[in-house]
Each structure stands twice: as structure tokens, then as C-alpha cells.
């Protein structure tokens, strides 16, 4: 490794890009991130000789987990061109899930993300960025910030009746996720998997409008159907948006809500008994083509999508029968 920069000299750099920023001499640099306890706020990293200046953990907004800190994940300044940077450091976790019988033992794999950076450099529908090691050989991810915000935001921010998000925003949404399913089929194609598909896992770029995976530094095993978790994982987040937010059996009861009577458990998803996946008992214009899709991922599906090809030749033929429906007018509507 090249001679670390003074601090003298990382602090000229810090203003340079933050002029208002006074950085001390009580900064530390590090090039050893096996802990990543120790990295902290406003501490500089030296990654491949580069400097990054280290601002914040990130956070989890999983299912409104928001202040869930993730300490492994580090939002930072390049210091060599100002530009945003995620920093990924190595973490391992491991732990068991399950797909109604199936189980999936799922793991965090700094070097699986490191592999799928490297295939998809480039790729519309999908973060990017460059695997570097520390001093170490900790495989450390530095991704480019996407401005924008993720698939579950933007659907739960509609202030519209679902009918109308249905006819007037939906068709774009079900193109966009067409598109991801795609890329998912990429690295299906390669061998890979993303590992941890979820609604919040796609963020929409502000400056290009694309929907791009982050976060795929999951990984899992199961000998049978070695794709069957991302293809769960699609399914929800279908399920999802169609319904322009999960209808969950707690808020009806609530409320006392009269899709109660029509809903039994075969209308409920596989694995979160919650959640009606039975969209069509709720909203009859949603087409047939498309509730047959969303039945793959409820308690009484008798058969489960093995390949992202099976889903995307349903999903096209969904696009279709969306594209010639009629939309209603007036106070019909």
C-alpha cells in the first residue's frame, strides 16, 4: 500500500469539498475495516489509495424499521472528486427461512456482491459500483449514491382512490418491474441470484427514471430450486404494488371492513398469513390473467415458479390484457 496521506493533507481535501466543514486532528484513517465498529463519523477510509470521508450509518427502512441502524454500511464523500459513495463493510450474518415447506438457509456474501457489481457494470436496472480490498483483504463494496427513492415509497406516497391508480398508474409501474424482472433474469443466467428481493430493494433514479436493484450481497442455499427465493421475492413485490400497499387482515378487522366475508385462507399469501394476496375478490377489474399470477404466491398455489421466464411470459401476457382494457369514464368510474 502507497504512504497514507497526512492529516494535514485529508483535512485540505475535506474543505475543498465541505467548506464549512472543520475537520481535527481527533479524525482517524483507517485502512484495516475488520471492525466496523470502529469506523465512525467523520473518520477517513483508504480504500485502493483513495480517501473517502465517512458521514453517516446507514439505516434500515425495511417495513418502517427506519432507525435500525446497519453499521457495516457507511455513507461517504470521495475525497478525491466529491462525488457520494456507499461504502459496504464486511459483515456476516446466517440465519433460516422458509417458503411454505421449502427452507432457505440465506447468508450475507461480501464477494457474491463483488461478482454481480462486475456483471452488471452498466446495467440500467442495477446499482453500481467496484469491490476493493483494505489492508486486510476485506472485500469492501463502494457503490455510487442513486438519488431517488425506493419502490415502496412511491407507491404508498399515491394520494388517489385504487381505481384510478389502477388504470392511470399502474400500467407504468408493472413495464418498469417488467424490465427488473429481466435483470433478475441476468444474473439467473450467470448463476446468480439477488438474494434479498423486496420493494425497497428498487429504487427509482430521480435523474433517469430506471428502476435499479441495490443490495445483493444476500445469498442462499437450497438444492431443489436454487431461484425460488428471488422468484418469491418478485412475487411480493407484485402483489404489492398491485394492491398500491399490502392489504393486511389486521387493518380490515380494524375496521371491520366487509372484504372480511369474501376472504378465506386460501386468499392469503404462503408465508405472511396477513397479507390477502386474492386481489381480484377485492378489486373485479383487476384482469384474470393477472390474479392468476398472484395466486403463485398464496396458501393454496399448487404449483410455484421454478424460473424467472415462467413468470415473465405470464407477466407479458398480463401487459397485454391490461393494454386492451377498456377504462371506465364519468362517475362510473
Sequence with gaps: MSDIPSKEALSQKISRWLPSYQPTSRFRVHTDTSDFYQVDYDDVVILNNRPYLVRHNAREGRFGIDDEVKFWVKRAIDLEDGSRKIIKLVFYERFMS???DIEFECFRSPGKEARILKLVNGHKNFMHG??????KNNVIRILDFIQGKTLAAHVEDMAMDHETYYYEVFPDILKNFFECVQAIRLLHENGERHGDIRRDHILIDRESGNYRWIDFDFNYRHRENIYGY?????GNILVFFTGMGDILLPDLRKKSHPWLDVLDDADLNIVFHNRVVNLRKLYPYIPESLNR???HFSTSA???YERTDQLLNDLGEVRSAIGTASVPEGPER
Design 98 to 100: 422458509r417458503i411454505g
Design 130 to 135: 467496484q469491490s476493493v480490498q483494505d489492508e
Design 302 to 304: 399448487n404449483r410455484f
Design 230 to 234: 428471488d422468484l418469491f421475492g418478485l
Design 293 to 295: 399470477v398472484l395466486m
